[in-house]
């Protein structure tokens, strides 16, 4: 029997962050136990106007189903006349992105062991045939421990998927055959974990074009891929993972199990202690 929860279920704390359609706020159960949980609160009325409850019942029926430390938890939701509140996971450090762009860019062995835990969540989700679609800095957050947690499945569909709604923000993360509006497969989580790649080491996507949409949307149908002249660059075996990853075929794109296992990623991933392999 699943527990009701509803808004007089909880203390609210404070707010932690907004998003499209709503607010995130820290919260805590009345009675024992005392979950501590992220409530996200979304408007029914700009939903609808939006066209995306859909999206949202999906996002919902795709996150309620998964379990796995490095995707944020979806524990249960509940709506009254005017919203409709989701009982997230609270991660404990908050958005990654803001830690990206306040230290410019991250280190090899950061970006690296972050780039593991994408690897393994991504794993998870193509085993259920998941695709995330939206894979970016601003989706992630981070645990209490540092560890990475992918947030907000808003786009995530069952594959094969072929999206019907209108793309809008940035296209930074689309791979060439998401852009040309073609059939797509997990594979664009694929390109996706390239493009995070780069911008974690770099501090900016690959493709990012300013004179606009339309010159980013040329680069990246050409996969028009270049690293930094300046000394900046990362290593032969980051770049090494990078170009293996954006492959405009998506069939040439490195299956993740190859990532888990490719030299950039085993020389950071964490020692475990031999009294750990003895305990
Ligand atoms: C990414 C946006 C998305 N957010 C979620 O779904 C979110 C889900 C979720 N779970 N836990 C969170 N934690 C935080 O947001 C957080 C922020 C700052 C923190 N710190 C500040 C610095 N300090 C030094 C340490 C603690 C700690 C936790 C968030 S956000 C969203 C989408 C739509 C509507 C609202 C929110």
Redesign the pocket.
């Known amino acids: 029997t699943r527990a009701r929860f509803s808004l007089a279920s909880f203390e609210i704390g404070r707010p ?9 706020y820290m919260a805590r159960t009345k009675t024992e136990p005392k979950y501590i949980v ?1 409530l ?1 609160c ?1 408007h029914k009325e700009e939903l609808v106007k939006a066209k995306v409850e859909k999206q949202l019942r999906r996002e919902i029926e795709i996150q309620s189903h998964l379990a796995h430390p490095n995707i ?1 938890r979806l524990h249960g939701y509940f709506h009254d006349e005017k919203r409709i509140f989701l009982m ?8 990654l992105y803001k830690q990206l762009h306040k230290c410019h860019h991250f280190s090899e062995k950061r970006s690296s062991r972050y780039i593991a835990q994408m690897t393994d969540a991504l794993a998870y989700l193509h085993r259920k045939h998941v695709i995330h679609r939206d894979i970016k800095p ?2 992630l ?1 981070l645990g209490i421990d540092g560890e990475l947690k992918i ?2 499945f808003g786009w995530s569909v069952h594959a094969p998927g072929n999206r019907r709604t209108t793309l809008c923000g940035t296209l930074d993360y689309l791979p060439p055959e998401m852009v040309e509006g073609k059939d797509h497969s997990e594979k664009v989580d694929l390109w996706a974990l390239g493009v995070l790649t780069y911008e974690f080491l770099i501090g900016v996507p690959p493709f990012e074009d300013l004179n606009g949409y339309n010159a980013t949307y040329k680069r990246i149908a050409r996969v028009d891929l270049k690293f930094p002249t300046d000394g900046t660059a990362p290593s032969p075996e980051a770049q090494d993972l990078i170009k293996r990853l954006l492959r405009h075929d998506p069939q040439a794109r490195l299956p993740l199990d190859q990532v888990a296992v490719h030299p950039w990623i085993t020389k950071y991933r964490k020692k475990v202690s031999s009294a750990g392999s003895r305990g």
Do not use: S, Y
């Not at 932690?16 to 995130?24: C, I, S, T, Y």
């Not at 997230?88 to 958005?95: N, P, T, V, W």
């Open positions: 932690l962050g907004k998003g499209k359609f709503g607010r995130v992220a996200k979304l944020l997230l996971e609270f991660a404990g450090k908050g958005e601003e989706n957050l947030g907000d």
